[in-house]
């Protein structure tokens, strides 16, 4: 299910709640016998994961090195959810960005004979053999966010949604600047080689079509670093000294971009960020610079891939859905944050 762009995690809860409470009024009107629904339901309760105490799986966690700021939030989200339940033990790896170690260090998950792993590759196209082998040997892989070149390689796969991202971030720069003539807009890219970069580029090229009178007058590719962003933010003021609207993919290489901002004195446009860092969140609820929204990217992905390990670990299916199995893949919403529902995601800020 989606929901609007606008609607808070509240409001999204009480949707939820609506529409299961309307499902089962609608059982409970299309059944003429209790028992069976009774039975039926407790059937269905037993096949699907929850919070209780079920059969011990052990899950390995294997992710790329936690050398940013999301992905360090990743690991910490990985492990915090996995506390949370009595039944899970988690055999994390330290993390590489070096692909033949990392592949190393998901071999060795294997030869441990764990029960299900959850790999965010360093590159995809790169580990998708490792995954292959871990399905091979019967251990079913949760492929988390960087997808492989095969479906074969994993049972699930869970990410965000990069051109979501700049959908959601296009659409928002283009409803602010709506009533004015010849918009201009910059953006300061990811890494331009990786896909996730030229998928949010796509995205957010498709939503500024929805607006005739928004213009995108310039560019740059910076590395997903505060060095970076705040060089490539420099060149970018310099090349243009009048916009209205800049599209930066990460809050990391905000942080640099910023500088370079206020370094140059700059106050004459709205910023809007990339991922859900805190400090961004923060900045947004001050509401003293720039920086005005983010486009999230939700490190909690690893929570979820944690749960979803466990209901594969213990044979069950996602509460909620009627499926007895869980999905084979699942997109995650890149909502827009602002000064309107920014308390409500502060605490998904990572740091």
Request: with cysteine; charged share 20%; proline share 3%.
């Amino acid at each position: 299910m989606r929901f609007p762009q606008s609607s808070s995690p509240t409001s999204r809860r009480n949707l939820l709640l609506g529409t299961a409470a309307a499902g089962a009024l609608f059982a409970a009107g299309c059944t003429s016998n209790e028992n069976n629904d009774s039975d039926e339901n407790s059937e269905q309760a037993a096949n699907t994961a929850n919070d209780k105490p079920g059969k011990a799986v052990t899950i390995g966690f294997a992710g790329p090195q936690a050398d940013h700021g999301w992905l360090n939030a990743i690991n910490e989200q990985a492990k915090r959810r996995a506390k949370e339940y009595k039944d899970v033990t988690l055999e994390i790896t330290e993390g590489s960005n070096d692909t033949a170690q990392q592949i190393g260090q998901i071999e060795t998950l294997i030869n441990k004979k764990v029960d299900v792993l959850v790999i965010l590759p360093a590159d995809g196209k790169a580990l998708t053999q490792v995954g292959l082998k871990a399905m091979r040997a019967g251990i079913p892989v949760v492929n988390l966010d960087r997808v492989f070149a095969s479906p074969q390689a994993y049972r699930c796969w869970i990410g965000g949604d990069n051109y979501g991202m700049g959908l959601n971030a296009g659409n928002y720069i283009g409803e602010q600047l709506k009533g004015k003539k010849n918009a201009k807009v910059i953006e300061l890219a990811g890494i331009d080689n990786l896909e996730l970069t030229r998928q949010r580029t796509a995205g957010f090229n498709d939503a500024l079509k929805n607006y005739p009178n928004v213009k995108k007058v310039g560019r740059q590719a910076a590395e997903f670093t505060v060095e970076s962003g705040q060089s490539k933010m420099a060149q970018l003021l310099q090349a243009h000294s009048d916009f209205d609207a800049l599209w930066n993919h990460d809050d990391d290489q905000g942080v640099g971009a910023e500088r370079a901002i206020k370094q140059a004195g700059r106050d004459d446009f709205l910023m809007v960020g990339g991922a859900g860092a805190k400090h961004a969140m923060d900045a947004i609820k001050a509401d003293n610079t720039v920086l005005k929204a983010t486009v999230l990217y939700p490190p909690t992905m690893a929570a979820s891939a944690i749960d979803l390990a466990r209901a594969l670990g213990q044979g069950k299916g996602v509460g909620g859905l009627a499926e007895l199995e869980i999905p084979a893949s699942l997109t995650l919403y890149s909502a827009v944050v602002t000064k309107d529902n920014v308390d409500e995601y502060l605490p998904t800020g990572f740091s």
